[in-house]
């Protein structure tokens, strides 16, 4: 071969080696932009549930046609019972701009949402889309969480005081359950008074999901301190006991309203009536709060009378182990299907605060009996025996477990002060669909 004829075949082996090796970067680029279209292929709306809306009428409002829709809203509620759909809460929508919904999640409430999956695939090109209908858990984890805070003329009260520490009305008050039989947060409360609380934060994706249990609680007021340390009897529920062992609950409770009562009128055998204007005995104690606050029942027993009392109102009688018996006036309504005979718990709910019979405002009276004659509530209260102990065969293994407890308090003395964040323990793992 020559010298030309070799750089001739050269030249050519050359640009047919280029030509090959052009169409790959045209192939890339073909495929990075089906990759764009695909993504860009559907719209993604978050919101949340609208006032009075339907499934159907919260898809039509984001242009899904009739017929899906339809099809979809038929689809979903062979799993779940669409009546149940709340405003305000969040959900979650995929739509193609073909029109067909590709993924719907709703969350049902704090445990499980809806989630809707439509299927990529139609039978035949005029059928409608297949879809996925799933009631799924939320994976939760419970987050040891202990803080401390202080009344104070700034947070004068305990909310505010929690609320001060980070945390939110929920634990305030089953922090105030556990002593309700001790403290009357609603007029005891003094600055320089402390708490520390010992408690579960349940954490659901990643964000705050509620409070567990609260594990042990501390309280210390007028140089006293009270001590509570949740802990299970083999055989029991779990319940709450001091220091020594003894429960936490008390034969009544310190008042028939849930949290920070105030006391507008106390018990006297005589003073003015508002309303008659004469001076006459004011046998029981009037709790200033707003109408429609619910009002419990300070001690399990059976109810004598419940219904109008005239000057009384609306009014709940109780009988009461040991020779007792409360009376509950001015309702403005009476729980519904309350009556003479039933057997109610303490703390069950009796009724609401009203301003019924011969009343100025808003109120609850609130009396105590004992062998049939009217004492003073808020004296009679505190003279009460203290709760059951734990057995005496169980006594040590709860000091062990109150011990430990103790020792997480955020103020613990052979400890830093502040939060503590231990061991994360889930509450729940993903599951299959479950249905409704």
Sequence with gaps: MTTRSFSFALTVAVLTAGCSQQPAPQASATALAAVQVHEQATRLIEARVPRNATLASLLRAH??????????????????????LRADRPYRLQVGLDGAIREFTYQIDADK????VGGDEKAAPDALPEYDVQVVPYEKHKALMSIRGEISRETPSLIGAVNAA???????LEFAKIFEGEVDFGNELQPGDSFEILFEKVVREGEFGGYGDILAARFTTGGRSFEAFRYEIPGQKAD?????GRSMRRFFLKTPLKFEPRVTSGFSFRRVHPVLKTARAHRGVDYGAPSGAPVLSVASGTVVRAGWTGG??????IKHDNGYETRYLHFSRIAPGLRAGMRVSQGELIGYVGSTGLSTGPHLHYELLKGGVHVNPLDEHRKLPPGQPIPAGALAAYIAHR?????????SPDRPLGRLAQAVVPTSKPAAATGN
């Design 113 to 116: 949402f809806l989630k809707v």
């Design 240 to 244: 709450y006991y001091d220091r020594d």
């Design 403 to 411: 011990d430990r407890q103790a020792y997480r308090f955020a103020g």
């Design 166 to 172: 980070g945390e939110s009305i929920g634990l305030a």
């Design 63 to 84: 242009q899904v046609s009739d017929d899906i829709v339809n099809h979809f809203v038929e689809t979903a509620k062979k799993r779940f019972d669409l009546r149940r």
């Design 312 to 317: 009384g109102g609306n009014s709940v009688y």
